[in-house]
């Protein structure tokens, strides 16, 4: 029953009582009705989070309004089996037992205080117990320690052609495809996949990422990056410039059959698919530059003359396809424009040709983050007949810091890798974009999207939503990665708390050096 007087407390619960009171002005604006309607919520359950929790451990989660109400009539359930609840404290207490790995929705509600909630608990399989029951129902465990859980079926086979897999993710069971991926990650005990689903059975992500209808997405492993967050925050910090082509990213747990393999990035796949959900043609040629050859010149990375212009290319997508006359006619005349051009005919035509933007983006990047290998390999070029080209750079474990084999890197480097792309530098040579570039660079970082607070608040939230699941990581693959013997011998391993703090440093670090060395429109 509700009591009037409770209209006093606060302004939310004036509205709502007056309203269920039979008072209130129709003419006043002041309706009390929550967005559905019904009266606003007087309690707002705590805890309001999931809570998290592993087979075997004890759990007591205490439940109350953050509101300060008491809550004399709530309802609870139903309870897991093996849980009880404590209805003078309001306490529901449970040692989940040893085959119980899932996320269990329990409902909360307050009649008298128009309140309604469910309880997230998430039960972590006990990896490390002996006498640990693999998980049950992979369907039901759809969330690990605060992060989203994939399962594949089994290891495909290579890395050559996609076999039919079996994958679990969002409690959906999908009859997929996978092979694995990568160059460097087939050499890792945690392996890097490429997933495809049929488009009538899509993957989707909406509570995480804005990630849906996807048919391929890739997984990249984390082996190489013990912070786990270089990967994803590259991607993000690609986005927030705003790009013709936008890859999304974000973390997820894999399992390979019931067998914890940690945690992945998961991101998009560079296709014709991305390219129309960017409102691009999905006919169009996309190029990979596969090694440092596609350095837009005439001559190899080596120094050696290229056999053609093109080489360090391949082609992903597009007509013709590779190996056939013709296949990359677009980008030899490209790569030759830049490479041959005098300046004259360059400046008054290149933005005709390309994104000064986007291609500008692609260097503002690169040079901030450090990403040693993805200022001219890893990277996507695409083109079609109607537009200009556009560009997305990719793969960066070498990046924030560190090397492709873990090694620091300074965050004083001054790189603009001129050497390795000649588009970079041709484009600060221009008399109108390379001043606008500078200042594009100035502004991103004083107060556009790497502004030094908006990077360590990102970091904030990796960190609040990884740190659990990292602890759980590392705990897993710690020997192996000291061990692997691309880096072995390095003498300064951290922790993931040690690597995100180092992380973080170095970005700070980074971002003045930036300011002061590239982003200045006056040179």
């Not at 929550?34 to 075997?56: I, K, M």
């Not at 309004?65 to 207490?93: H, K, N, V």
């Not at 530059?289 to 596609?294: F, I, K, L, R, W």
Request: aromatic share 12%; with cysteine.
């Amino acid at each position: 029953m509700l009591v009037c007087s409770r209209i006093s407390r606060s302004l939310v619960a004036l509205a709502s009582t007056l309203v269920a009171c039979g008072g209130g002005d129709p003419q006043s604006g002041v309706d009390g009705g929550a967005p559905d309607g019904g009266a606003a919520d007087l309690c707002g359950f705590s805890p309001g989070e999931p809570v998290w929790v592993v087979e075997g451990e004890p759990l007591s989660v205490t439940i109350s309004c953050s509101s300060g109400e008491a809550l004399e009539d709530l309802e609870i359930g139903p309870l897991p089996e093996g849980a009880s609840f404590d209805a003078a404290s309001r306490t529901l207490t449970w040692t989940p037992a040893l085959d119980q790995a899932a996320v269990y929705d329990i409902s909360l509600s307050s009649p008298e205080l128009f309140a309604a909630h469910t309880l997230q608990i998430g039960v972590a399989d006990a990896l490390n117990n002996p006498d640990n029951v693999p998980i049950v129902d992979p369907s039901q465990y759809t969330m690990e320690l605060g992060l989203p859980v994939i399962f594949i079926a089994h290891e495909p086979a290579g890395n050559e052609g996609f076999e039919p897999m079996q994958i679990t993710y969002g409690g959906h069971v999908h009859e997929a495809e996978a092979k694995l991926r990568g160059k460097s990650s087939l050499t890792y005990p945690k392996k890097s996949y490429a997933l495809r689903f049929d488009k009538f059975d899509a993957f989707g992500e909406s509570r995480f990422a804005d990630f849906a209808n996807r048919t391929r997405v890739i997984l990249t492993s984390t082996f190489d990056d013990n912070s786990y967050i270089r990967q994803r925050m590259a991607f993000d910090l690609w986005s927030r410039l705003e790009p013709s082509i936008d890859v999304r990213a974000y973390s997820a747990v894999v399992y390979r059959g019931t067998e914890y393999r940690g945690i992945y990035t998961v991101t998009d796949h560079v296709n014709a698919e991305l390219m129309a959900r960017n409102g691009l043609s999905d006919s169009a040629n996309v190029y990979k530059a596969e090694n440092h050859d596609a350095n837009f010149r005439t001559t190899a990375a080596n120094g050696s003359s290229k056999d053609t212009l093109h080489q360090g290319y391949s082609k992903t997508e597009g007509n013709p396809d590779e190996g056939e006359p013709g296949a990359f006619d677009d980008m030899d005349a490209l790569v030759g424009f830049v490479a041959n051009s005098d300046d004259a005919t360059f400046n008054s035509g290149i933005a005709e040709l390309i994104s000064v933007d986007d291609y500008a983006a692609w260097w503002l990047h690169v040079t901030f983050i450090l990403a040693n290998d993805s200022a001219g390999k890893n990277s996507y070029h695409y083109h079609d007949a109607a537009r200009t080209w556009r560009v997305a750079p990719w793969d960066f474990n070498d990046s924030f810091g560190q090397d492709w084999q873990t090694r620091r890197t300074d965050s004083q480097d001054y790189e603009p890798f001129f050497s390795r792309n000649r588009i970079f530098e041709r484009l600060q040579e221009h008399p109108v974009h390379g001043a606008a570039i500078r200042q594009r660079y100035r502004d991103t970082l004083e107060g556009g999207a790497f502004a030094l607070a908006s990077l360590e608040s990102l970091i904030d939230g990796y960190e609040a939503q990884m740190r659990l699941a990292a602890t759980r990581d590392w705990e897993r693959w710690e020997s192996e990665y000291r061990s692997f013997g691309r880096w072995s011998g390095r003498g300064d391993f951290t922790t993931p708390e040690e690597e995100l703090a180092y992380v973080r440093q170095w970005i700070a670090e980074r971002w003045q050096f930036a300011l002061d060395n590239y982003a200045s429109p006056d040179e």
